[in-house]
């Protein structure tokens, strides 16, 4: 029996390069250690350390172990005991049982043809004469093995030769060897494809859980068990990846720098990290038919193909997966399919939530079968990408998508859940909350249990639902369910398109509808609901206020008002409206139902007839068309296009308008003014105090006037028209007669038709006319008619005529002062034109001419005479002006004055010549007279006196 040298020695005894001096001063350094289980924790690191800083390439130099524990440690081609490898690859194996002998026999190399190193045949197994196959010694059991072509470590038991295969405990069993090892044992190392193509036994691991950990998939593929720089320890651990690590039970580290640590762990991809239970991380690349690729190559992968994309994946957990690029997967039952996924917290996932629901199982879960990706774009593990996963049982299978939460599943791309049981169903979704849910694309949902499966949807709060496009549902059990839809508050429901529910239960049910407020209801198209208990019930309604209601295209506002007629308006307090186009505003405002488009605005007002209008304080509109307005004002129900303004008045006659205080206006057409104003006759007028218009087409203006005849009109104080179209103007006149007239103070035309009569202020006397058609006038102060339109002190001369007091006729205005261009006149031309005019008697025409005779001129004649002067016109030729006509006759007098002046002359002259004549005609009587008296003397003394016819003798001078 081999005697067993202590560690100690035997290292102490090795041969080593003259280069390696300080390696192996570490290793001594290490043995100087006091504690034995010091040594023996740290020394194996440092041969390991060792192995790789030294030359393992080509034809170096060798480092050997000769004869020292042979049965414990055997390296290189220079022990017979434990040859592991070919030409200068260097294996070291540690802790081979050292006793041997029966049972544990030593290990014996054959070469390809089954001969041993001697030319010789072993007895046991007979020769291989025909080459085709070669045999292996039973199993040893070391416990540790360094692979320094590889500068890999690993830990275990292991076989020489082809493993055993799948037939229970029974020994090994021929293999082909013109294939070489590593291409027929699905558990060898792959060592023997070396320049010379000779082929040697290899390693494989003993006691597998069964006979195809190491199989890829069922088609009988085999991949290399030991990677180069690569670490496994434990049991049955497997480190195939370059520079990969696997510790613990059946881990595997198939990936390049990759990691596998605790219990049937698989970190399958290049740079891959599983910690944990049954989890494996990353996945390997398959052929074009969807199985696994089965060539030599040692990353796994199809020759020329990258197999980079199924790096960097990290998995900590129990039954967890992280397969995609650069995922990662921290927690028990977690899964991350895609490429940069995250999967954080007990049962957490990425990628395809229906596999996971229906097919995934991490019990039944085979990473040497599953994990393979089909080929091309669009396969299983192309996506997700970038999904993140944070807690239990959270999902995310998006591209760009994040699960953060109890039960959060992110499931489309760009989504992001956050919360307990928090879910998003489509792309750029968000889902924020407690169990909050949103399915529509582009769709926000934070709170709890809230909803948003419409299309860039938005619901916010506590189980709100926004499952219409562009829909917004805030609050407490709010729902949005049409396009364009809001819903916020309390139990509000949008569920028209583009319709908005702000409140508490208020309810948007149509296109376009706004509700805001409390328990408000707009149900119609673009209806309108604001307030309390506001209802818009048709198309195109609006409600405001508390209480309101308002039918289609109606509009209620206030308090308790309704607008139940279409296109009506009801505003204020208990206001109501029930025709069509109407409108009630105020207090207790009414119109009826077949008012039509009637106005009912104030208090208590009532607008009954059709397109009627009452506004002030108790006002009614009974007519159709018309209007009251005020206080109590009225309108009759036959009062159509009626006025009614002011207090308690009243317009009863069709078309009539009654204005101002307790005023009437009874009469068709009429209209009264006023205060306690009667307007009782057709198309009458009453204006002023207690005025009275009775008659038709009358007119009553002023204080107690009356105007009670036909057409009449009274204006003034007591002013009275009681004839057919008569008038009185004034204080206390009276215009008695037909067609007459009094103006001014306390005149009469006494029953005169036609009269007219004018007095002044005096109210002492009463003047009456005294005949029909007669003009009175009676002014104490004279009487001044102007012509000119300048103002008094404007700086021209005032023009006309005037009556002055006490006067009897017209004076016209000659002051030489307003007068200019003075030029004489010509009175001997003048006379002796006046001599050419036709002068006369005349009548006008259509005068009576027995009746109406005059005397003068003819205005063309006068005009032709006298209608020009050295400067200009004088005058017209149809008219003949008084101050011209008197001017020319002052002319012409003057004239005939100065003829007669001539004349009376001339008479002097003549009277005088008379006088001498008289006086010598007296002187010559007188002496004729003595001749007589002397003759008759004579007579008598020559007649007898009894002669009769003496004394009858007239005596002549």
């Given at each position: 029996?081999?005697?067993?040298?202590?560690?100690?020695?035997?290292?102490?005894?090795?041969?080593?390069?003259?280069?390696?001096?300080?390696?192996?001063?570490?290793?001594?350094?290490?043995?100087?250690?006091?504690?034995?289980?010091?040594?023996?924790?740290?020394?194996?690191?440092?041969?390991?350390?060792?192995?790789?800083?030294?030359?393992?390439?080509?034809?170096?130099?060798?480092?050997?172990?000769?004869?020292?524990?042979?049965?414990?440690?055997?390296?290189?081609?220079?022990?017979?005991?434990?040859?592991?490898?070919?030409?200068?690859?260097?294996?070291?194996?540690?802790?081979?049982?050292?006793?041997?002998?029966?049972?544990?026999?030593?290990?014996?190399?054959?070469?390809?043809?089954?001969?041993?190193?001697?030319?010789?045949?072993?007895?046991?197994?007979?020769?291989?004469?025909?080459?085709?196959?070669?045999?292996?010694?039973?199993?040893?059991?070391?416990?540790?093995?360094?692979?320094?072509?590889?500068?890999?470590?690993?830990?275990?038991?292991?076989?020489?030769?082809?493993?055993?295969?799948?037939?229970?405990?029974?020994?090994?069993?021929?293999?082909?060897?013109?294939?070489?090892?590593?291409?027929?044992?699905?558990?060898?190392?792959?060592?023997?494809?070396?320049?010379?193509?000779?082929?040697?036994?290899?390693?494989?691991?003993?006691?597998?859980?069964?006979?195809?950990?190491?199989?890829?998939?069922?088609?009988?593929?085999?991949?290399?068990?030991?990677?180069?720089?690569?670490?496994?320890?434990?049991?049955?651990?497997?480190?195939?990846?370059?520079?990969?690590?696997?510790?613990?039970?059946?881990?595997?580290?198939?990936?390049?720098?990759?990691?596998?640590?605790?219990?049937?762990?698989?970190?399958?991809?290049?740079?891959?990290?599983?910690?944990?239970?049954?989890?494996?991380?990353?996945?390997?690349?398959?052929?074009?038919?969807?199985?696994?690729?089965?060539?030599?190559?040692?990353?796994?992968?199809?020759?020329?193909?990258?197999?980079?994309?199924?790096?960097?994946?990290?998995?900590?957990?129990?039954?967890?997966?992280?397969?995609?690029?650069?995922?990662?997967?921290?927690?028990?039952?977690?899964?991350?399919?895609?490429?940069?996924?995250?999967?954080?917290?007990?049962?957490?996932?990425?990628?395809?939530?229906?596999?996971?629901?229906?097919?995934?199982?991490?019990?039944?879960?085979?990473?040497?079968?599953?994990?393979?990706?089909?080929?091309?774009?669009?396969?299983?593990?192309?996506?997700?990408?970038?999904?993140?996963?944070?807690?239990?049982?959270?999902?995310?299978?998006?591209?760009?998508?994040?699960?953060?939460?109890?039960?959060?599943?992110?499931?489309?791309?760009?989504?992001?859940?956050?919360?307990?049981?928090?879910?998003?169903?489509?792309?750029?979704?968000?889902?924020?909350?407690?169990?909050?849910?949103?399915?529509?694309?582009?769709?926000?949902?934070?709170?709890?249990?809230?909803?948003?499966?419409?299309?860039?949807?938005?619901?916010?709060?506590?189980?709100?639902?926004?499952?219409?496009?562009?829909?917004?549902?805030?609050?407490?059990?709010?729902?949005?369910?049409?396009?364009?839809?809001?819903?916020?508050?309390?139990?509000?429901?949008?569920?028209?398109?583009?319709?908005?529910?702000?409140?508490?239960?208020?309810?948007?049910?149509?296109?376009?509808?706004?509700?805001?407020?409390?328990?408000?209801?707009?149900?119609?198209?673009?209806?309108?609901?604001?307030?309390?208990?506001?209802?818009?019930?048709?198309?195109?309604?609006?409600?405001?206020?508390?209480?309101?209601?308002?039918?289609?295209?109606?509009?209620?506002?206030?308090?308790?008002?309704?607008?139940?007629?279409?296109?009506?308006?009801?505003?204020?307090?208990?206001?109501?409206?029930?025709?069509?186009?109407?409108?009630?505003?105020?207090?207790?405002?009414?119109?009826?139902?077949?008012?039509?488009?009637?106005?009912?605005?104030?208090?208590s007002t009532s607008a009954v007839g059709t397109n009627s209008v009452s506004m002030g304080n108790m006002t009614l509109a009974s007519g159709p068309f018309s209007?009251?307005?005020?206080?109590?004002?009225?309108?009759?129900?036959?009062?159509?296009?009626?006025?009614?303004?002011?207090?308690?008045?009243?317009?009863?006659?069709?078309?009539?308008?009654?204005?101002?205080?307790?005023?009437?206006?009874?009469?068709?057409?009429?209209?009264?003014?006023?205060?306690?104003?009667?307007?009782?006759?057709?198309?009458?007028?009453?204006?002023?105090?207690?005025?009275?218009?009775?008659?038709?087409?009358?007119?009553?203006?002023?204080?107690?006037?009356?105007?009670?005849?036909?057409?009449?009109?009274?204006?003034?104080?007591?002013?009275?028209?009681?004839?057919?179209?008569?008038?009185?103007?004034?204080?206390?006149?009276?215009?008695?007669?037909?067609?007459?007239?009094?103006?001014?103070?306390?005149?009469?035309?006494?029953?005169?038709?036609?009269?007219?009569?004018?007095?002044?202020?005096?109210?002492?006397?009463?003047?009456?006319?005294?005949?029909?058609?007669?003009?009175?006038?009676?002014?104490?102060?004279?009487?001044?008619?102007?012509?000119?339109?300048?103002?008094?002190?404007?700086?021209?001369?005032?023009?006309?005529?005037?009556?002055?007091?006490?006067?009897?006729?017209?004076?016209?205005?000659?002051?030489?002062?307003?007068?200019?261009?003075?030029?004489?006149?010509?009175?001997?031309?003048?006379?002796?034109?006046?001599?050419?005019?036709?002068?006369?008697?005349?009548?006008?025409?259509?005068?009576?001419?027995?009746?109406?005779?005059?005397?003068?001129?003819?205005?063309?004649?006068?005009?032709?005479?006298?209608?020009?002067?050295?400067?200009?016109?004088?005058?017209?030729?149809?008219?003949?002006?008084?101050?011209?006509?008197?001017?020319?006759?002052?002319?012409?007098?003057?004239?005939?004055?100065?003829?007669?002046?001539?004349?009376?002359?001339?008479?002097?002259?003549?009277?005088?010549?008379?006088?001498?004549?008289?006086?010598?005609?007296?002187?010559?009587?007188?002496?004729?007279?003595?001749?007589?008296?002397?003759?008759?003397?004579?007579?008598?003394?020559?007649?007898?006196?009894?002669?009769?016819?003496?004394?009858?003798?007239?005596?002549?001078?």
């Open positions: 029996m081999t005697q067993t040298l202590p560690l100690e020695q035997a290292v102490s005894s090795c041969s080593y390069q003259p280069d390696s001096t300080p390696l192996w001063a570490g290793v001594l350094a290490v043995l100087s250690l006091r504690r034995p289980a010091d040594r023996l924790h740290i020394l194996p690191g440092w041969i390991l350390l060792m192995s790789v800083l030294l030359n393992t390439s080509g034809a170096q130099a060798q480092v050997t172990l000769k004869e020292l524990n042979a049965p414990s440690v055997g390296i290189g081609l220079d022990s017979g005991k434990a040859f592991l490898n070919v030409v200068s690859k260097r294996t070291v194996l540690f802790g081979v049982d050292s006793l041997g002998g029966v049972g544990r026999p030593t290990v014996t190399r054959f070469d390809k043809m089954g001969a041993l190193q001697n030319g010789g045949f072993d007895p046991a197994y007979g020769a291989n004469t025909a080459g085709n196959y070669r045999y292996q010694n039973q199993p040893i059991e070391p416990k540790m093995i360094w692979y320094g072509n590889k500068g890999a470590f690993r830990a275990g038991g292991v076989y020489t030769g082809q493993s055993r295969p799948n037939i229970g405990n029974r020994p090994p069993i021929p293999y082909p060897s013109n294939k070489g090892l590593s291409q027929n044992s699905p558990y060898v190392v792959d060592l023997s494809l070396d320049t010379q193509r000779d082929y040697y036994d290899t390693l494989s691991f003993q006691r597998f859980w069964d006979n195809r950990e190491f199989k890829a998939v069922a088609n009988g593929g085999t991949r290399d068990v030991i990677g180069d720089f690569s670490f496994a320890s434990g049991a049955n651990t497997r480190a195939s990846g370059q520079f990969s690590t696997a510790m613990g039970y059946q881990t595997q580290a198939l990936g390049h720098f990759s990691t596998a640590l605790g219990y049937k762990n698989w970190a399958v991809g290049d740079q891959s990290i599983v910690l944990g239970s049954q989890s494996a991380a990353g996945y390997k690349k398959a052929s074009a038919t969807g199985t696994p690729d089965n060539s030599s190559n040692e990353n796994g992968v199809s020759a020329g193909e990258s197999d980079s994309e199924l790096a960097f994946a990290i998995c900590v957990g129990n039954n967890s997966y992280a397969l995609g690029l650069r995922s990662l997967v921290l927690g028990n039952n977690s899964f991350a399919k895609g490429p940069y996924n995250v999967a954080i917290g007990a049962g957490s996932a990425t990628g395809d939530i229906e596999y996971l629901r229906t097919s995934f199982n991490p019990g039944t879960f085979d990473p040497r079968v599953d994990v393979y990706r089909p080929t091309g774009d669009g396969g299983f593990f192309d996506t997700p990408r970038f999904a993140y996963a944070f807690g239990y049982v959270a999902r995310a299978s998006g591209d760009y998508s994040m699960a953060l939460g109890n039960k959060a599943q992110a499931n489309g791309a760009s989504s992001l859940a956050i919360g307990q049981s928090a879910q998003t169903n489509n792309t750029n979704a968000v889902a924020i909350g407690n169990s909050a849910n949103a399915a529509g694309n582009s769709a926000f949902s934070i709170g709890n249990s809230t909803q948003a499966s419409g299309p860039s949807s938005t619901a916010l709060g506590n189980q709100t639902q926004a499952s219409g496009q562009f829909s917004t549902a805030l609050g407490y059990q709010t729902q949005a369910g049409g396009l364009n839809t809001m819903a916020t508050g309390y139990l509000s429901i949008a569920s028209g398109e583009t319709s908005t529910a702000i409140g508490n239960q208020a309810q948007a049910i149509g296109v376009s509808t706004i509700s805001l407020g409390t328990s408000t209801t707009a149900t119609g198209n673009f209806a309108t609901a604001l307030g309390r208990q506001t209802l818009a019930s048709g198309d195109n309604a609006m409600a405001l206020g508390y209480l309101t209601q308002a039918s289609a295209d109606g509009t209620a506002m206030g308090t308790q008002t309704s607008a139940l007629a279409r296109y009506s308006t009801a505003a204020g307090y208990l206001s109501r409206t029930n025709g069509r186009y109407s409108v009630a505003m105020g207090f207790d405002a009414q119109t009826s139902l077949t008012a039509g488009a009637a106005i009912s605005m104030g208090q209007t009251a307005m005020g206080a109590g004002a009225q309108t009759g129900p036959a009062a159509q296009a009626a006025i009614s303004m002011g207090q308690s008045t009243s317009a009863i006659g069709a078309n009539s308008v009654a204005l101002g205080n307790a005023t009437l206006a009874s009469g068709p057409n009429s209209t009264a003014l006023g205060n306690a104003t009667q307007a009782s006759g057709l198309f009458s007028t009453a204006m002023g105090f207690t005025t009275q218009a009775t008659g038709p087409y009358a007119t009553a203006m002023g204080f107690q006037a009356l105007a009670s005849g036909a057409a009449s009109s009274a204006q003034g104080f007591q002013a009275q028209a009681t004839g057919e179209n008569a008038i009185a103007i004034g204080y206390q006149v009276l215009a008695s007669g037909k067609n007459s007239t009094a103006m001014g103070s306390s005149v009469s035309t006494n029953d005169k038709t036609g009269s007219f009569i004018i007095g002044d202020s005096r109210t002492n006397a009463r003047y009456l006319n005294t005949a029909d058609n007669q003009m009175f006038m009676v002014f104490a102060g004279g009487y001044v008619l102007r012509t000119n339109p300048v103002a008094i002190n404007a700086g021209q001369p005032d023009l006309g005529v005037a009556v002055p007091p006490g006067g009897n006729a017209w004076t016209t205005i000659s002051d030489s002062t307003r007068k200019e261009n003075f030029r004489l006149a010509d009175g001997a031309a003048f006379l002796r034109k006046i001599s050419q005019m036709r002068l006369g008697s005349w009548n006008y025409k259509g005068q009576d001419v027995h009746t109406f005779r005059h005397y003068g001129p003819m205005a063309q004649d006068f005009f032709a005479a006298f209608g020009h002067d050295a400067l200009g016109t004088i005058g017209e030729d149809k008219a003949i002006n008084q101050a011209d006509f008197d001017g020319v006759n002052l002319i012409a007098i003057k004239a005939l004055i100065q003829e007669v002046e001539q004349l009376k002359a001339a008479n002097q002259q003549l009277k005088a010549d008379n006088g001498q004549l008289r006086t010598q005609l007296e002187s010559t009587r007188q002496q004729g007279q003595q001749v007589e008296d002397r003759l008759s003397r004579l007579e008598a003394l020559l007649t007898p006196q009894s002669a009769p016819s003496s004394a009858n003798l007239t005596q002549k001078p």
